[in-house]
């Protein structure tokens, strides 16, 4: 087996979860299990700089990447993610992570995935538009409808989307709507695209529930990220009658024993943009999220957030994920009900 140059090897790397999670099954491959080896290496990485004009006029220097991981099934699929703690080695096992979803679902796509070194939140609009705009044009040589189709991902949106196309597309001299998804329905996009992921994720959990006989009205529900995918998803579980007893983000972790009111957290959001402070909830320590007794556990936030001690003392019976993958192997095997 030939070891990556630019991998991390680190026991923390998303990319060295991938590869055990890839080890864990190859015993079960059979004839298949010379594929494995070609699992391990990424097609194409493309890293690059994307220097910004800010608003001050100085230009600051970001750095973006995009990741083709396999194109054996059909152009590359996956996300566009900007945060600050993006790197080349979490793109790599996210696009990865995009070549098995889309195999196992027998969608005729490849997996890829991109990113920004950069928080969203600390640029202006058009600063953002910039950083945007530049990134396309760098990756424009390896994107395209039949070469790769980027897609929103954690701190992306369709207006991010509606810059790449109209970036992509100015470039090439011609509207080319289909070199993005989720996009705003006036440029294309799909109906139902922004709650798709969240309602996916109830419904899943709904048939899961039906075939193991859980009782879903009356459960106790903790979500973990109150974004597109987790604030939809609590909506719906609440609307059959489930509790969501509680709710954690970046900002704070609120407990209510009675159930959390979804519709009017949603407007304190949108009107705060955060759930810290709101009146229908207490606020508790982020690490008693874990030990909250609870029957389903969402986590709708960022990847690696299950560790094996919070595995450990966590009082959930089922876990429903929301988000591309990590948890590692390790918590996974103290919760055998995880789906």
């Excluded at 959930?316 to 995880?338: D, N, Q, Y």
Aim: hydrophobic share 40%; net charge neutral.
């Amino acid at each position: 087996m030939e070891k990556l140059s630019y991998a991390s090897e680190s026991s923390a790397s998303p990319w060295t979860t991938y590869l055990r999670q890839i080890d864990r099954v190859a015993p079960y491959l059979g004839d298949l299990a010379y594929w494995v080896e070609t699992l391990r290496h990424p097609k194409r990485a493309l890293i690059v700089d994307i220097p910004v004009q800010m608003d001050d006029g100085t230009i600051r220097h970001f750095e973006g990447y995009r990741v083709q991981h396999n194109l054996s099934r059909g152009p590359g699929k996956g996300g566009v993610r900007y945060h600050p703690d993006v790197d080349l080695n979490e793109v790599m096992a996210l696009s990865a992570w995009m070549t098995i979803k889309c195999a196992a679902v027998n969608i005729p796509y490849g997996g890829a995935k991109g990113g920004v070194r950069v928080d969203p939140f600390s640029l202006s609009e058009g600063e953002l538009e910039r950083l945007t705009r530049r990134y396309t044009s760098e990756i424009g040589l390896i994107i395209g409808p039949q070469k790769d189709i980027p897609a929103p991902d954690v701190g992306t949106n369709g207006k991010v989307m509606a810059w790449m196309m109209d970036t992509y597309s100015m470039n090439h001299g011609t509207t080319i709507t289909g070199v993005v998804t989720g996009k705003p329905i006036h440029l294309g996009g799909s109906l139902g695209r922004e709650k798709a992921t969240g309602r996916g994720v109830f419904i899943t959990g709904r048939e899961v529930a039906g075939r193991f006989g859980i009782e879903i009205e009356g459960a106790k529900v903790a979500l973990q990220g109150f974004g597109n995918v987790g604030s939809e998803a609590a909506r719906l579980f609440s609307e059959v009658g489930a509790r969501v007893v509680v709710i954690q983000d970046h900002t704070a972790t609120l407990f209510n024993e009675g159930g959390i009111d979804m519709a009017a957290l949603t407007a304190w959001q949108a009107e705060k943009k955060q759930i810290a402070g709101f009146p229908g909830a207490r606020e508790i320590d982020k690490e008693a999220f874990w030990t909250t007794p609870m029957d389903i556990l969402i986590p709708a936030a960022l990847e690696g957030q299950i560790t094996r001690e919070r595995a450990e003392k966590s009082a959930v019976s089922w876990c429903w994920k929301a988000r591309t993958a990590r948890p590692t192997l390790r918590p996974m095997t103290c919760w055998p009900s995880a789906a």
